[in-house]
């Protein structure tokens, strides 16, 4: 039972142009979601994050969209870079007493930004 | 401020035998989380720890097995090794376990051969 989905397992784009990373979940308990990146051996790395009480949040390059009607967010990446080349995992957890206290990753896209 | 630690980085060990991870959290997060990296595979879930309490465990055999100390240290045993286990292991520290950010430390490369 995936909850959180990354349809794409590669993404590639011209150095510049914009990247977006698309995932999916299907609990409707989440309530906050993360994008990490990650480079081959090590651990990832935060990039962003968003309350389910926004439907945007921008940081630097970095936005991420979150529509809760389609159970769906994406993270847009403006203008790419070489050194963007890396793994994008995005997350959701659930909070409160009723959380499940984990966060749950999707399976990872491979974006590769061409120089 | 320093970020989490995993230690060994690298390890190799041989089917049968029990292996013990280290994970030192950032100063101040109380909530270690521990996950399993395989090739082609996202993040697996294994288990969750705050306040030296096991709050949350995916769907991962006994042979896996974790511990949390009063100053938030954890630890990730894996007894019996199989070569399945072969894994990049990363423990995630946070304040509170979920909704906030959490991070991670480099991982231990475990190898069982």
């Known amino acids: 039972d995936q909850q959180v989905k990354q349809n794409s397992p590669s993404l590639s784009v011209q150095e510049g142009r914009i990247s977006i990373l698309n995932c999916d979940y299907t609990?409707?308990?989440?309530?906050?979601f993360l994008w990490y990146k990650k480079y081959p051996a090590e651990g990832p790395t935060f990039l962003i994050s968003?309350?389910?009480?926004?439907d945007k949040n921008e940081d630097g390059r970095f936005t991420v969209f979150l529509n809760k009607s389609a159970k769906h967010l994406s993270l847009h990446i403006v203008p790419s870079q070489p050194g963007d080349s890396a793994v994008y995992f995005c997350a959701a957890s659930e909070s409160g007493n009723s959380g499940t206290y984990k966060y749950i990753f999707g399976t990872g896209t491979r974006l590769k930004v061409l120089a | 401020k320093a970020g989490v630690t995993q230690t060994p980085r690298y390890l190799i060990k041989t089917r049968g035998q029990q292996v013990t991870l280290s994970c030192s959290p950032i100063s101040g997060h109380r909530s270690v989380s521990w996950y399993q990296q395989t090739p082609g595979q996202g993040l697996q879930f294994l288990f969750e720890?705050?306040?030296?309490?096991?709050?949350n465990k995916g769907n991962f055999p006994g042979r896996f097995s974790g511990r949390q100390f009063s100053n938030s240290r954890s630890e990730m045993n894996v007894s019996t090794l199989e070569l399945g286990d072969s894994a990049l292991y990363l423990c995630?520290?946070?304040?509170?376990?979920?909704?906030?950010?959490?991070?991670f430390g480099q991982g231990t490369r475990l190898t069982v051969v």
């Open positions: 995630a520290s946070s304040r509170t376990g979920s909704n906030t950010e959490a991070f």
């Open positions: 720890y705050f306040s030296e309490t096991q709050r």
């Open positions: 609990n409707s308990m989440f309530d906050y």
């Open positions: 968003i309350s389910s009480i926004k």
